[in-house]
């Protein structure tokens, strides 16, 4: 049994060994808010506050069957600190819509935040108005095809291989001026012809729409603090 494990099972009925679980883990936990939040992350913060008491929720729940302590207090840190930007973006009256629940699989925070994860952290922190007008701006383009910026989290791709796929696509469309006006006008995506030019399933496709319509809206538009979650697409096609 890994040492930490065993003290976090023995604090749950020694408050000293807590103590000294908290005073020893005291920086990783600062230092693993930071890396969710994007920012340093210091005691004064609220962010601090909301990660000690998951790592609290952690200890009174862990058990061993759930696997290495460490990896699951670091899960409740980052669901609680996700809840937490979505109740700031929620509460912010300069939204243009209400947000959705994050709903992104905890395996899936490891490699990169997600776009709505990133977006919510400079909404409530950072002071200009650029990046709420983006997605204002963004919001009355995608309107005209249906949806909002704030579907994206039901159809973003997860998987690597789902979205080196959706990349193809993306930049298919990029590089074919005509396909681009023609989906300017019709507000449909040429399934059919993207396709048969990438190889790409159809189902694929049809999956992630709305985010193959955004990606290309953003990428091709003004829309550079937006364009920069999408850096991705860009490096598939080896731009």
Not at 85 to 111: A, G, W
Not at 217 to 233: F, K, M, T
């Amino acid at each position: 049994m890994r040492e930490l494990d065993s003290l976090a099972m023995s604090s749950k009925n020694d408050p000293s060994i807590y103590e000294m679980i908290i005073k020893e883990q005291e920086n990783a936990i600062l230092a693993y808010a930071s890396k969710v939040t994007g920012r340093y992350i210091s005691k004064s913060d609220d962010e601090w506050s909301i990660a000690l008491l998951a790592f609290t929720q952690a200890i009174e729940s862990y058990d061993l069957d759930k696997g290495a302590f460490i990896s699951f207090y670091r899960l409740l840190i980052k669901r609680r600190l996700i809840d937490y930007f979505r109740s700031q973006v929620k509460y912010n009256s300069e939204m243009s819509v209400d947000p959705i629940l994050f709903d992104t699989e905890p395996e899936e925070f490891e490699d990169n935040l997600s776009i709505r994860i990133a977006v919510a952290d400079k909404v409530s922190y950072r002071e200009e108005n650029d990046l709420r007008l983006e997605i204002k701006a963004a919001n009355q383009v995608f309107s005209e095809y249906g949806f909002t910026f704030y579907d994206l989290t039901t159809c973003s791709p997860r998987a690597g291989k789902t979205k080196s796929s959706c990349a193809k696509a993306i930049n298919y469309m990029l590089e074919n001026s005509i396909l681009k006006s023609e989906l300017h006008s019709t507000k449909q995506l040429p399934l059919k012809i993207i396709e048969k030019n990438t190889k790409v399933p159809r189902k694929i496709l049809e999956r992630h729409r709305k985010y193959i319509i955004a990606a290309i809206e953003l990428l091709s538009g003004e829309y550079p603090l937006l364009a920069e979650y999408l850096l991705y697409i860009r490096k598939e096609n080896g731009k």
